[in-house]
Nanobody, 116 residues
């Protein structure tokens, strides 16, 4: 089992920045990939960014160049630095961990609202 706890969401004006954190605990050694997904009201959950144990990253076209995913293995924590935020980035952001056996674990979500 893997437990994930997100933090760092909030209300920010367009053009602003936020940094999300996701702390993992439990069966840490089983995690192969960690990432972020988001779900806006009335829409399906969508991929935002992922990072592998080796540090390889991938991100959605809609956030590339504005969002950066990183991880601190010593703290078992993944971060999502979000810059140049837009109103369309407003969503509930979920942390995800995928294990080497392709099990998926999810955090409870943290709300990001971009509004003036």
């Amino acid at each position: 089992q893997v437990q994930l706890v997100e933090s760092g969401g909030g209300l920010v004006q367009p053009g602003g920045s936020l940094r999300l954190s996701c702390a993992a605990s439990g069966s840490i050694r089983s995690i192969a990939v960690m990432g972020w997904y988001r779900q806006a009201p009335g829409k399906q959950r969508e991929f935002v960014a992922t990072i592998t144990n080796g540090g390889r990253t991938n991100s959605a076209d809609s956030v590339r160049g504005r969002f950066t995913i990183s991880r601190d293995n010593a703290k078992n924590t993944v971060y999502l630095q979000m810059n140049s935020l837009k109103p369309e980035d407003t969503a509930l952001y979920y942390c995800n961990a995928r294990t080497i056996t392709t099990l998926h674990y999810w955090g409870q979500g943290t709300q990001v609202t971009v509004s003036s």
